[in-house]
């Protein structure tokens, strides 16, 4: 009888659990690896590069083969020559943290590479730390460019004495290759800073577009309770001669302030782009009911059957209803003030009256609520009217089509 050995995975335990466990673990680790790659430093990140470049260029098979330029002949490989490569290639680790060093280093390589006549695949670092220098220079890039113009003129001038030289052509030619090498980089850098406008604008766009929902919520949210407890206070003071009357009035001057900190409270669930403001007739009618406890007499009616909460058309809905009872209580105190929702397939209509469209003494109001509504109704695709009527009231009317992302563009 023979037992197998380190095979059993012990009583309760699934044969395959371990080798899956490995499996995940293995899985996570890899693709953690870029995560973990870009958090290296920058110079570590562009050593590989250099060290393959470096690691060609000690081939055997290569050497000889890289850029030529000038006529030199042919030089043995030696340790001159791998000084070099080394000057070419390693430079190449910071040529984006430090890129004006990076190519002053690799040039004096290619210059040596190229004086000595080893010819040596290093030579390819010469376009990469331009094209670096190009996008990653910061500072004195005119500069930059009219020295290293200036040192190619050098090495043109000290290649035409200790080789053969190149006709003034190839001269412009190779210049004229190197320069592209640098305009590839300005390129990509001009490219990288459209980009950063571009992000800057949107942020900014969206801040400002922030604290313009913002204003508008607090609009919304505290003109309404404010102007009711005004409303209430003012008539408080003629119920001297009434203490029970005045007990009432106080009170819900009371409660009302306490409505306007509990809103203010929640504003930021208001302000949440999925949230959903009161739209049902229960919410309409307490906004409703409110008003009528501040004095205003108001008949609300509604039509058809208000469908589930899809987007910004309810919340916007709730807006105008409480927006135009807010300019009734301010401006009609005491008027009747019709209230009228509809609901339609895909859109609904709100249609708020009083009978006349100021009360004497009443605060002029600067319209930046009907404004604001307008905007808002507007963003969704719908219409919006405010004004005066031929029989001396004011009207709102309002049509929202529904399904509309919630709350609009800000």
């Not at 590989?48 to 000690?58: E, R, T, V």
């Not at 043109?156 to 305009?183: D, H, N």
């Not at 009616?301 to 209580?329: D, F, I, K, S, Y």
Request: net charge positive.
């Amino acid at each position: 009888m023979s037992l197998a050995r380190g095979t059993d995975a012990g009583p309760g335990t699934p044969s395959g659990a371990g080798s899956r466990r490995h499996y995940t673990a293995a899985v996570t680790g890899l693709w953690r690896i870029p995560h973990l790659w870009q958090r290296l430093d920058v110079t570590l990140r562009d050593l590989p590069l250099g060290l393959l470049l470096l690691a060609l260029s000690l081939v055997p098979a290569f050497h000889g083969h890289g850029t030529q330029i000038g006529g030199v002949a042919d030089r043995p490989f030696d340790s001159l020559g791998l000084l070099a490569a080394v000057l070419q290639c390693l430079p190449l680790a910071l040529r984006r943290r430090w890129p004006a060093l990076s190519l002053a280093l690799v040039a004096s390589g290619f210059a040596l590479d190229q004086l000595s006549g080893y010819h040596l695949y290093a030579g390819t670092a010469m376009p990469i730390a331009l094209m670096s220098a190009g996008a990653h220079l910061h500072r004195h890039r005119i500069a930059a460019v009219l020295a290293a113009s200036a040192a190619y003129v050098a090495l043109a001038f000290a290649l035409s004495r200790v080789g053969t030289g190149e006709t003034p052509a190839e001269w412009v030619m190779f210049y004229a290759a190197l320069g592209l090498a640098w305009g590839i980089g300005a390129w990509l850098r001009s490219t990288r800073a459209r980009e950063a406008e571009y992000r800057r604008r949107v942020a900014e766009d969206t801040r400002r577009a922030e604290r313009t929902r913002i204003a508008r919520e607090l609009h919304d949210v505290v003109t309404h309770h404010v102007t009711a407890m005004v409303v209430q206070t003012e008539a408080a003071r003629h119920l001297t001669a009434r203490p029970d009357l005045l007990d009432e009035t106080l009170g819900t001057v009371t409660d009302t302030g306490r409505r306007a900190m509990g809103d203010l409270r929640h504003l930021l669930d208001v302000l949440d782009p999925g949230h959903t403001a009161p739209s049902s007739a229960e919410g309409l009618r307490v906004l409703v009911e409110r008003t009528r406890r501040a004095g205003q007499p108001v008949e609300f009616t509604e039509e058809g059957e208000p469908a589930a909460p899809r987007g910004g058309a309810h919340l916007v809905a709730h807006r105008v209803v409480q927006e135009a009872l807010t300019n009734a209580l301010k401006h009609a105190r005491g008027s009747r003030t019709t209230v009228h929702v509809g609901h339609r397939p895909g859109e609904i209509t709100v249609d708020v009256g009083t009978d006349r469209s100021a009360a004497p003494g009443a605060p002029p109001g600067g319209g930046r609520g009907l404004a604001g509504l307008r905007e808002r109704v507007e963003s969704l695709g719908g219409d919006f009217a405010a004004g005066a009527r031929g029989d001396g009231g004011f009207a709102v009317r309002a049509r929202i089509p529904a399904g509309a992302p919630a709350g609009g563009p800000g």
